[in-house]
Protein backbone atom coordinates (compact mmCIF):
# COMPACT_ATOMS: atom_id res chain seq x y z
CA UNK A 1 0.00 0.00 0.00
CA UNK A 2 1.01 2.99 -0.60
CA UNK A 3 2.35 5.77 2.43
CA UNK A 4 4.42 2.96 4.10
CA UNK A 5 7.35 5.81 4.63
CA UNK A 6 5.20 8.47 5.53
CA UNK A 7 3.33 6.03 8.13
CA UNK A 8 6.93 5.12 9.17
CA UNK A 9 7.77 8.82 9.70
CA UNK A 10 4.50 9.54 11.52
CA UNK A 11 5.02 7.07 14.05
CA UNK A 12 8.46 7.80 14.69
CA UNK A 13 7.57 11.45 15.21
CA UNK A 14 4.65 10.56 17.29
CA UNK A 15 6.62 8.05 19.54
CA UNK A 16 8.90 10.77 20.81
CA UNK A 17 5.87 13.05 21.62
CA UNK A 18 4.43 10.79 23.92
CA UNK A 19 7.05 9.62 25.43
CA UNK A 20 7.35 13.72 26.41
CA UNK A 21 5.21 15.01 29.42
CA UNK A 22 5.08 18.48 29.45
CA UNK A 23 5.27 19.74 25.68
CA UNK A 24 7.49 22.56 25.09
CA UNK A 25 6.51 25.24 21.80
CA UNK A 26 10.59 23.86 21.09
CA UNK A 27 9.14 20.37 21.19
CA UNK A 28 6.03 21.00 19.03
CA UNK A 29 8.25 22.88 16.52
CA UNK A 30 10.79 20.26 16.33
CA UNK A 31 8.13 17.93 15.65
CA UNK A 32 5.95 19.69 12.95
CA UNK A 33 9.58 20.35 11.34
CA UNK A 34 9.45 16.28 11.22
CA UNK A 35 5.91 16.46 10.17
CA UNK A 36 6.51 18.78 6.67
CA UNK A 37 9.59 17.16 6.08
CA UNK A 38 7.89 13.52 5.86
CA UNK A 39 4.72 15.14 4.02
CA UNK A 40 7.22 16.70 1.42
CA UNK A 41 9.18 13.70 0.75
CA UNK A 42 5.88 11.68 -0.28
CA UNK A 43 5.50 14.60 -2.10
CA UNK A 44 2.63 16.75 -1.65
CA UNK A 45 2.10 19.82 -3.13
CA UNK A 46 4.14 22.28 -1.35
CA UNK A 47 1.84 25.23 -0.33
CA UNK A 48 -0.31 22.32 0.85
CA UNK A 49 1.98 21.27 3.16
CA UNK A 50 2.81 24.78 4.59
CA UNK A 51 -0.69 25.83 5.52
CA UNK A 52 -1.18 22.32 7.13
CA UNK A 53 1.75 22.40 9.25
CA UNK A 54 0.85 26.32 9.61
CA UNK A 55 -2.86 25.35 10.63
CA UNK A 56 -1.60 22.29 12.68
CA UNK A 57 1.13 24.96 14.77
CA UNK A 58 -1.73 27.21 15.56
CA UNK A 59 -3.97 24.54 17.53
CA UNK A 60 -1.06 23.16 19.17
CA UNK A 61 0.37 25.70 20.76
CA UNK A 62 -2.62 26.30 22.70
CA UNK A 63 -3.52 26.09 25.78
CA UNK A 64 -6.05 22.78 25.25
CA UNK A 65 -2.51 21.01 24.20
CA UNK A 66 0.36 22.59 26.04
CA UNK A 67 -2.02 22.20 29.69
CA UNK A 68 -3.24 18.93 29.42
CA UNK A 69 -2.27 15.69 30.74
CA UNK A 70 -1.07 14.09 27.50
CA UNK A 71 -0.05 16.81 24.98
CA UNK A 72 1.33 14.05 22.89
CA UNK A 73 -1.57 12.72 21.84
CA UNK A 74 -3.09 15.51 21.66
CA UNK A 75 -1.08 16.81 19.02
CA UNK A 76 -1.53 13.60 16.89
CA UNK A 77 -4.81 13.99 17.68
CA UNK A 78 -5.15 17.50 15.49
CA UNK A 79 -2.70 15.86 13.02
CA UNK A 80 -5.32 13.22 12.62
CA UNK A 81 -8.10 16.16 11.94
CA UNK A 82 -6.00 18.22 9.85
CA UNK A 83 -5.24 15.00 7.28
CA UNK A 84 -9.16 14.07 7.56
CA UNK A 85 -10.18 18.26 7.02
CA UNK A 86 -7.46 18.24 3.78
CA UNK A 87 -8.91 15.01 2.14
CA UNK A 88 -12.61 16.68 2.07
CA UNK A 89 -13.83 15.55 5.59
CA UNK A 90 -16.64 13.09 4.55
CA UNK A 91 -16.79 10.54 1.53
CA UNK A 92 -18.42 12.48 -1.66
CA UNK A 93 -20.69 9.69 -3.22
CA UNK A 94 -21.79 10.01 -6.84
CA UNK A 95 -24.94 11.53 -7.63
CA UNK A 96 -27.61 10.60 -10.15
CA UNK A 97 -29.83 12.82 -12.17
CA UNK A 98 -33.59 12.62 -11.87
CA UNK A 99 -33.83 11.54 -15.17
CA UNK A 100 -32.95 8.33 -16.49
CA UNK A 101 -30.06 7.87 -17.54
CA UNK A 102 -27.15 8.91 -15.61
CA UNK A 103 -24.62 9.69 -17.63
CA UNK A 104 -21.02 10.15 -16.20
CA UNK A 105 -17.82 10.80 -18.28
CA UNK A 106 -14.55 9.51 -17.58
CA UNK A 107 -11.74 11.24 -18.60
CA UNK A 108 -7.90 11.76 -17.78
CA UNK A 109 -4.76 11.11 -19.52
CA UNK A 110 -3.64 7.74 -21.33
CA UNK A 111 -2.19 5.28 -18.97
CA UNK A 112 -3.91 6.98 -15.97
CA UNK A 113 -5.71 3.79 -15.98
CA UNK A 114 -9.06 5.04 -16.95
CA UNK A 115 -10.39 2.18 -19.16
CA UNK A 116 -10.31 -0.31 -16.55
CA UNK A 117 -11.01 2.40 -14.23
CA UNK A 118 -14.33 2.95 -16.01
CA UNK A 119 -15.50 -1.04 -15.76
CA UNK A 120 -14.20 -0.84 -11.92
CA UNK A 121 -17.00 1.88 -11.71
CA UNK A 122 -19.65 0.17 -13.73
CA UNK A 123 -19.16 -2.91 -12.12
CA UNK A 124 -19.11 -1.46 -8.70
CA UNK A 125 -22.80 -0.03 -9.61
CA UNK A 126 -24.07 -3.27 -11.18
CA UNK A 127 -23.65 -4.50 -7.85
CA UNK A 128 -25.85 -1.68 -6.09
CA UNK A 129 -28.57 -2.64 -8.82
CA UNK A 130 -28.31 -0.60 -11.57
CA UNK A 131 -28.01 -0.92 -15.51
CA UNK A 132 -24.91 0.42 -16.51
CA UNK A 133 -23.81 0.92 -20.38
CA UNK A 134 -20.37 1.63 -21.28
CA UNK A 135 -19.61 3.92 -24.11
CA UNK A 136 -16.37 3.78 -26.18
CA UNK A 137 -15.93 7.33 -27.35
CA UNK A 138 -11.61 6.87 -27.47
CA UNK A 139 -11.31 6.46 -31.79
CA UNK A 140 -8.02 7.69 -31.86
CA UNK A 141 -6.67 3.99 -30.85
CA UNK A 142 -8.98 0.89 -32.09
CA UNK A 143 -6.80 -1.18 -28.69
CA UNK A 144 -9.05 1.63 -26.74
CA UNK A 145 -12.47 -0.06 -28.22
CA UNK A 146 -11.13 -3.56 -27.87
CA UNK A 147 -9.80 -3.26 -24.15
CA UNK A 148 -13.66 -1.69 -23.41
CA UNK A 149 -15.40 -4.62 -24.78
CA UNK A 150 -12.56 -6.97 -22.90
CA UNK A 151 -12.90 -5.51 -19.83
CA UNK A 152 -17.13 -4.79 -20.10
CA UNK A 153 -17.30 -8.33 -20.60
CA UNK A 154 -15.40 -9.60 -17.81
CA UNK A 155 -17.70 -7.61 -15.43
CA UNK A 156 -20.86 -8.86 -18.03
CA UNK A 157 -21.83 -5.00 -18.90
CA UNK A 158 -22.78 -3.94 -22.45
CA UNK A 159 -20.44 -1.94 -24.10
CA UNK A 160 -21.15 0.41 -26.68
CA UNK A 161 -19.59 1.24 -29.86
CA UNK A 162 -19.86 2.41 -33.41
CA UNK A 163 -15.88 2.11 -34.22
CA UNK A 164 -13.44 4.66 -35.26
CA UNK A 165 -15.09 6.86 -37.69
CA UNK A 166 -17.44 8.41 -36.02
CA UNK A 167 -16.99 11.72 -33.85
CA UNK A 168 -17.09 10.86 -29.77
CA UNK A 169 -19.70 13.44 -29.66
CA UNK A 170 -22.52 11.34 -31.82
CA UNK A 171 -21.11 8.09 -30.64
CA UNK A 172 -21.94 9.26 -27.30
CA UNK A 173 -25.32 10.75 -27.89
CA UNK A 174 -26.19 7.86 -29.89
CA UNK A 175 -25.34 5.62 -26.66
CA UNK A 176 -27.72 7.73 -24.27
CA UNK A 177 -30.61 6.52 -27.40
CA UNK A 178 -29.48 3.72 -26.84
CA UNK A 179 -29.43 3.43 -23.28
CA UNK A 180 -33.00 4.62 -22.92
CA UNK A 181 -34.30 2.10 -25.31
CA UNK A 182 -32.60 -1.03 -23.43
CA UNK A 183 -33.66 0.24 -20.12
CA UNK A 184 -29.70 1.37 -19.30
CA UNK A 185 -29.80 3.60 -16.68
CA UNK A 186 -26.71 4.82 -16.27
CA UNK A 187 -24.01 5.67 -19.06
CA UNK A 188 -20.79 5.80 -18.58
CA UNK A 189 -18.71 7.38 -21.27
CA UNK A 190 -14.55 6.44 -21.74
CA UNK A 191 -13.43 9.41 -23.55
CA UNK A 192 -9.85 9.20 -24.95
CA UNK A 193 -6.71 9.73 -23.42
CA UNK A 194 -3.62 11.32 -24.65
CA UNK A 195 -0.13 11.31 -23.48
CA UNK A 196 -0.22 15.15 -22.79
CA UNK A 197 -3.08 17.79 -21.88
CA UNK A 198 -3.30 19.37 -25.31
CA UNK A 199 -5.94 21.68 -26.85
CA UNK A 200 -7.23 19.71 -29.15
CA UNK A 201 -8.03 16.73 -26.16
CA UNK A 202 -9.91 19.61 -24.10
CA UNK A 203 -11.59 20.11 -27.30
CA UNK A 204 -13.36 17.66 -27.77
CA UNK A 205 -13.95 16.78 -24.47
CA UNK A 206 -16.02 20.16 -24.19
CA UNK A 207 -17.60 19.66 -27.17
CA UNK A 208 -19.12 15.89 -25.29
CA UNK A 209 -19.85 17.62 -22.31
CA UNK A 210 -21.79 20.67 -23.80
CA UNK A 211 -23.60 18.19 -26.00
CA UNK A 212 -24.72 15.69 -23.80
CA UNK A 213 -24.46 17.56 -20.41
CA UNK A 214 -23.03 14.62 -17.98
CA UNK A 215 -24.37 14.36 -14.59
CA UNK A 216 -20.66 14.01 -13.27
CA UNK A 217 -17.17 14.67 -15.10
CA UNK A 218 -14.57 12.46 -13.45
CA UNK A 219 -10.87 12.75 -13.66
CA UNK A 220 -9.13 9.09 -13.28
CA UNK A 221 -5.21 9.99 -12.19
CA UNK A 222 -2.55 8.07 -11.52
CA UNK A 223 -1.60 8.52 -8.01
CA UNK A 224 1.70 7.08 -8.92
CA UNK A 225 2.64 10.15 -10.81
CA UNK A 226 3.00 12.20 -7.30
CA UNK A 227 2.52 16.09 -8.01
CA UNK A 228 2.35 15.65 -11.87
CA UNK A 229 -1.60 13.87 -10.66
CA UNK A 230 -2.14 16.71 -8.99
CA UNK A 231 -1.25 19.61 -11.73
CA UNK A 232 -3.10 16.94 -14.33
CA UNK A 233 -6.34 17.65 -11.83
CA UNK A 234 -6.03 21.16 -11.68
CA UNK A 235 -5.64 21.86 -15.60
CA UNK A 236 -8.81 19.58 -16.28
CA UNK A 237 -11.21 21.52 -14.07
CA UNK A 238 -9.87 24.52 -15.32
CA UNK A 239 -10.63 24.24 -18.37
CA UNK A 240 -13.20 21.56 -18.46
CA UNK A 241 -14.69 21.73 -14.81
CA UNK A 242 -14.46 18.53 -13.14
CA UNK A 243 -16.76 16.56 -10.44
CA UNK A 244 -14.65 14.69 -9.21
CA UNK A 245 -11.43 12.61 -8.70
CA UNK A 246 -10.71 8.79 -9.13
CA UNK A 247 -7.00 7.86 -7.73
CA UNK A 248 -5.70 4.76 -9.40
CA UNK A 249 -2.50 2.85 -8.26
CA UNK A 250 -2.61 3.58 -4.39
CA UNK A 251 -1.87 0.39 -4.60
CA UNK A 252 1.69 0.97 -6.15
CA UNK A 253 4.75 1.86 -4.39
CA UNK A 254 3.79 5.24 -4.54
CA UNK A 255 4.62 8.16 -1.67
CA UNK A 256 0.81 8.94 -1.87
CA UNK A 257 1.01 12.90 -1.96
CA UNK A 258 -1.58 13.38 -4.40
CA UNK A 259 -3.98 11.57 -2.27
CA UNK A 260 -3.39 14.13 0.05
CA UNK A 261 -2.99 17.28 -2.16
CA UNK A 262 -5.56 16.71 -4.92
CA UNK A 263 -8.47 18.09 -3.11
CA UNK A 264 -6.97 20.90 -1.54
CA UNK A 265 -5.27 21.92 -4.97
CA UNK A 266 -8.68 21.38 -7.10
CA UNK A 267 -11.46 22.18 -4.45
CA UNK A 268 -13.00 18.92 -6.26
CA UNK A 269 -13.36 15.74 -4.05
CA UNK A 270 -11.46 12.13 -4.55
CA UNK A 271 -14.81 10.01 -4.87
CA UNK A 272 -12.58 6.64 -5.26
CA UNK A 273 -9.41 4.83 -5.16
CA UNK A 274 -8.79 1.75 -7.11
CA UNK A 275 -6.15 -0.36 -5.61
CA UNK A 276 -5.41 -3.13 -7.40
CA UNK A 277 -5.34 -4.70 -11.50
CA UNK A 278 -8.69 -6.69 -10.82
CA UNK A 279 -11.49 -5.03 -11.64
CA UNK A 280 -12.75 -5.25 -8.13
CA UNK A 281 -10.10 -3.13 -6.80
CA UNK A 282 -12.14 0.40 -6.34
CA UNK A 283 -13.16 1.53 -3.15
CA UNK A 284 -15.39 4.53 -1.87
CA UNK A 285 -12.62 7.02 -0.77
CA UNK A 286 -13.39 7.73 2.97
CA UNK A 287 -11.25 10.65 4.28
CA UNK A 288 -10.99 9.43 7.78
CA UNK A 289 -10.19 5.96 6.82
CA UNK A 290 -7.44 7.16 4.84
CA UNK A 291 -6.05 8.99 7.14
CA UNK A 292 -6.39 6.32 9.86
CA UNK A 293 -4.01 4.27 7.31
CA UNK A 294 -1.56 7.34 6.41
CA UNK A 295 -1.27 7.59 10.72
CA UNK A 296 -0.93 3.64 11.18
P1 LIG B 1 -5.93 4.16 -19.74
O1 LIG B 1 -4.90 4.32 -20.82
O2 LIG B 1 -5.99 5.39 -18.87
O3 LIG B 1 -7.25 3.72 -20.22
O4 LIG B 1 -5.33 3.06 -18.75
P2 LIG B 1 -5.66 1.52 -18.59
O5 LIG B 1 -7.01 1.35 -18.00
O6 LIG B 1 -5.34 0.82 -19.85
O7 LIG B 1 -4.61 1.14 -17.45
C1 LIG B 1 -3.21 1.25 -17.64
C2 LIG B 1 -2.50 0.20 -16.76
O8 LIG B 1 -2.67 0.52 -15.38
C3 LIG B 1 -3.07 -1.18 -16.95
O9 LIG B 1 -2.00 -2.10 -16.95
C4 LIG B 1 -3.94 -1.38 -15.70
O10 LIG B 1 -4.05 -2.73 -15.33
C5 LIG B 1 -3.17 -0.59 -14.68
N1 LIG B 1 -4.01 -0.12 -13.57
C6 LIG B 1 -5.16 0.59 -13.63
N2 LIG B 1 -5.62 0.87 -12.40
C7 LIG B 1 -4.76 0.31 -11.52
C8 LIG B 1 -4.69 0.25 -10.07
O11 LIG B 1 -5.51 0.78 -9.32
N3 LIG B 1 -3.62 -0.43 -9.56
C9 LIG B 1 -2.68 -1.02 -10.33
N4 LIG B 1 -1.69 -1.66 -9.74
N5 LIG B 1 -2.71 -0.97 -11.68
C10 LIG B 1 -3.73 -0.32 -12.27
Known sequence: MAFESLTDKF???????????KLSEQDVKLALREVK?????????FKVVKKFVKDIRERAVGHEVMESLTPGQQVIKIV???LVKLMGEEKSDLTFSKESPTVYMMVGLQGAGKTTTTAKLAGSL????????????????PAAIKQ???????????????????????????????ADKNGNNVVI?????RLHIDEDMMGELIEIKENINPQEILL?????????????????NEKIGIDGVILTKL???????SALSVRAVTNKPIKFACIGEKLTDIEVFHPERMASRILG
Open 11 to 21: QNIFSTLKKKG
Open 37 to 45: LALLEADVN
Open 80 to 82: NEE
Open 126 to 141: KKSGKKPLLVACDVYR
Open 148 to 178: LQVVGGQIDVPVFTMGDKNKPVDIAKAAIES
Open 189 to 193: IDTAG
Open 220 to 236: VVDAMTGQDAVNVAENF
Open 251 to 257: DGDTRGG
